[in-house]
């Protein structure tokens, strides 16, 4: 029989792809919502009526908790893409997903749902290969590189 070692790595290219698109997807989300807060690197008026007005967040003013989502939502996005601290970004935006459901849109599930997948995937198996976390892990300096690459995490 014929040795197809493409179609022998396939399984771990397959897992790097889905957990690249577990990345992606939830880093564009909150991504564009950071932007929506914003207009340069000011909070901008609409997002600190929505938190005065709509948004009934527990134990923080309106204006710190404003303050608190646009840079979570622009910080933890930015380190998914890069796969860098990818588990700490996942958790932390894990917990806004949590927030916005209980706190501000109760009736979301599907859509939180579908959001805290994503990340509870990346909280569970980390970036995989394709990430800043894999080659820091110690790939750069591995004996055997190429072995490193083939090896999951």
Known sequence: ????????????????????????????IFWQSGRTKVD????????????E??????????????????V???????????GL?????????LGMTLLIQVFVYPSAWPTHGTWAVALLLLLAQGPGRVSLDHLLSGCIEHADPEQCLRTPQ
């Open 72 to 82: 979570a939502e622009h910080l933890f996005p930015l380190l998914l893409l890069l």
């Open 1 to 28: 029989m014929r040795n197809w070692p493409l179609l022998l790595r396939l399984p771990g290219v397959a897992r790097d792809v889905l957990l690249l698109l577990a990345r992606v997807a939830p880093a564009a």
């Open 53 to 70: 007005n709509e948004y009934h967040l527990p134990l923080l003013a309106p204006y710190n908790a404003a303050v608190l989502a646009a």
């Open 85 to 93: 601290g990818t588990r700490f970004a996942a958790l932390a935006l």
């Open 40 to 51: 340069g690197w000011q909070l901008n008026d609409s997002a600190l009526y929505l938190f």
